[in-house]
């Protein structure tokens, strides 16, 4: 069923801007057709990923935990822990491997690692800024909090909204994936700047930058 992971990729990687988090998604010369069946496909991919959700779920809880105790070090001295960012980043990673598999972005199966593990075909790749000191504002505890969730408003709207959008289009997409292995350029677009939207939101959220995320899916 994994028959795509290993064919050869297109393009290396579709062109985005200059944000400082860079998500970047393989265009493959062909698609694996099994995961494109009407229903079974997306209820294989689903129970696939049943070990690998509840991974994800306990690494989200264990970087909220973090969040409680990480705005001590931003506070106090201008640097993210980096014992609190690799969770962070491991986090969003999982969350971007997860959406990319189930939206037929990729064949392959998502890493457990935290870490990015690019040199596989067929692997999307997430990187993060590193900032030579971070907002203090924003660690100040509740008010910072509250700050970044009302500039964020608007884009939890548009992804909201998005979410929908790529939902809807999975009705269509897998038609000529089925037929042809072709991964349609318009799907993938949407379903990859979607995702790459979202890890930005996230990126911003978490802290681990201070840029603010652009309202675009490119």
């Known amino acids: 069923m994994n028959q795509g992971y290993g064919q050869a990729v297109s393009q ?6 200059d944000y400082p988090v860079q998500v970047l ?31 994800m779920a306990a690494i989200g809880l264990v970087v909220y935990v973090l969040q409680l ?3 001590i070090p931003v506070l106090t001295t201008g640097q993210y822990p980096e014992w609190s960012r690799n969770f962070a980043e491991g986090f969003i990673r999982y969350t971007k491997r997860a ?5 037929g972005l ?3 199966y998502p890493s457990f690692s935290l870490q990015e593990e690019p040199g596989g075909t067929g692997d999307a790749i997430i990187s993060f800024p590193r900032q030579e000191s971070y907002n203090r504002l924003y660690a100040v505890p509740v008010v910072g909090l509250v700050i970044k969730e009302v500039m964020l ?9 998005l979410g929908i959008v790529v939902g809807v289009q999975q009705l269509f997409t ?11 350029a318009w799907g993938h677009n949407m379903a990859g700047g979607y995702i790459r939207w979202l890890a930005r939101v996230m990126a911003f959220g978490l802290g681990l ?3 603010y995320p652009p309202f675009s899916l490119s």
């Open 174 to 184: 897998w038609i000529p994936v089925l037929f042809t292995g072709q991964y349609p």
């Open 12 to 17: 290396p990687y579709m062109q985005q801007g």
């Open 153 to 161: 408003i608007p884009h939890i709207v548009i992804l909201y909204v």
């Open 25 to 55: 998604f393989p265009l493959l010369d062909r698609y694996n057709r099994f995961y494109a069946i009407p229903l079974v496909g997306y209820a294989v991919k689903w129970i696939m990923l049943i070990p690998y959700l509840i991974a």
């Open 209 to 211: 930058t201070d840029v």
């Open 106 to 108: 990729t064949d392959r």
């Open 69 to 71: 105790v990480a705005w």
């Open 99 to 103: 959406s990319a598999f189930t939206y």
